[in-house]
Each structure stands twice: as C-alpha cells, then as structure tokens.
C-alpha cells in the first residue's frame, strides 16, 4: 500500500495567485514527521518545511505552510503569491518513529504562468 | 557553509561499463544517504551510512551496486556492471543524524546517470 500518495501529477497555476498541493498519508504510529521539498530543474532537493504529528499548529515557514488535518491523514503544502521561480517537483515525504527512512510520493510539477 | 558536494554532475555510459559516484557530506554531519531517483518518480534510499557503518542497505542491488565511506566523511558509489534500468539520477544527501522524526537532510545537486 502506497504510504505517501500525491494525487496531482501536474498543475498550472497564474502566477500570484496561492497553490495548495496535496499529500495524504498512511501510517499506524502515534509518532511521525511530514516533509515537503522542492525540486526545481536543477535536480537539488530543497527542504521547504516540516510537520511533526504532535504539533498542535501548523507548520509555516515564509510564503509556505502546511495544512495538517492529523484525521484525514493530510498534509497539503499551500504556497502564497506563486512566483515564476515556484515552478519545480514538489514531493511530500514521511519519516516514522519505527523507521527513521524517508518515504518519499511521487510528486506534483507545478508550473507557474506569467 | 558548504552544502553537499557530489561528482559528476553528468556521467553517460553503455551497458555493462562500470561507473562511479562521489558525494562529499557537511561537515560534521555524522549521516550520509545515497538515492536513487528514476524519472517521474521519488527518491529511493539505496543506502544509508552513520559515520563509516551501514545503517541499511536492504534496497541497494548489491550484485552490482557497492557503496562505501571511508572515515566517515566522503563516500563513493560503484555501479558495476550497469544497466539500462540504472539510468537514472543519484543523489547523496546528508543529515547531523537519524535516530529522530525530526531530521533535515540536505541533499546535493545530484548525478545524472544515462546508460546506452
């Protein structure tokens, strides 16, 4: 079964304007840490923010914030005031007390528009 | 501070040549990764390093892929013979350690691998 699970393969999106891109996740244990990293063409990854499962807010960090909804089991990353320089990969991971490996979803190309 | 220095940035081979990878973590940063990362998709752990032991390896092909870290610091990735499947990109990353949910890696620029 698929642990970490990005449903959108591609998005456009005007730049300006805020992007929300979506995670949901599998886990059984109480302990547990979401990441987000960018990807642009380049091919480094870039830590962008993170989540720990008994974090009572969510996480921001600059134009970048989490929506942790710990029920549903997702962790959306939301970017505000997309610019030009937000078009990259973006990959949820997930990392579990029980094993420290990141997993990692497929990712999302976002691609901003002028 | 220097991030995560890897070498090649481009490497391209026929099948069945051998190829090698170097990866030079933070300094002081006692966790090292090697991943392996095939279009379209996320990275995949090949091997994990804490200091100049193996944590785990249980997904590095290890009929053809060895991968070693001497001292501690900088560490090599062998491919021998490679694969048309293996073409793909490399990417070393690092981290002060593992035992923690919490536990940034900081990654480099990667190696892009094509096998012809």
């Known amino acids: 079964a698929q642990k970490i699970t990005q449903t959108q393969p591609g998005m456009f999106v005007q730049e300006k304007e805020a992007v929300t891109l979506d995670c949901t996740y599998d886990t059984s244990d109480p302990s547990y840490g979401l990441f987000w990293y960018k990807q642009p063409s380049s091919g480094e990854m870039i830590f962008l923010i993170y989540?720990?499962?008994?974090d009572q807010q969510n996480a921001t960090e600059g134009r970048y914030s989490l929506n942790f909804q710990k029920a549903r089991k997702s962790a959306n990353l939301v970017i505000s005031a997309s610019q030009l320089g937000d078009s990259a990969m973006y990959f949820c991971?997930?990392?579990?007390?029980?094993?420290?490996?990141?997993?990692w979803g497929a990712g999302t190309k976002l691609i901003i528009k002028p | 501070e220097a991030g995560v220095a890897q070498s090649p940035r481009y490497k391209i081979i026929e099948k069945r040549q051998s190829v090698a990878f170097w990866c030079n973590p933070i300094?002081?940063?006692?966790?090292l990764y090697w991943y392996q990362q095939i279009l379209g998709q996320g990275p995949k752990l090949l091997i994990q390093?804490?200091?100049?032991?193996?944590?785990?390896d249980s997904q590095l092909p290890k009929d053809r892929f060895s991968a070693e870290r001497l001292k501690g610091v900088d560490s090599t990735l062998k491919i021998q013979p490679a694969k048309l499947e293996d073409s793909a990109v490399y990417l070393c990353a690092s981290s002060l350690a593992w035992g923690a949910v919490y536990n940034e890696q900081f990654f480099g620029p990667g190696t892009r691998l094509t096998v012809l």
């Open positions: 300094s002081g940063h006692a966790t």
């Open positions: 991971a997930m990392r579990e007390v029980t094993n420290y490996q990141l997993i």
């Open positions: 989540q720990g499962s008994y």
């Open positions: 390093f804490q200091n100049n032991g193996v944590v785990d």
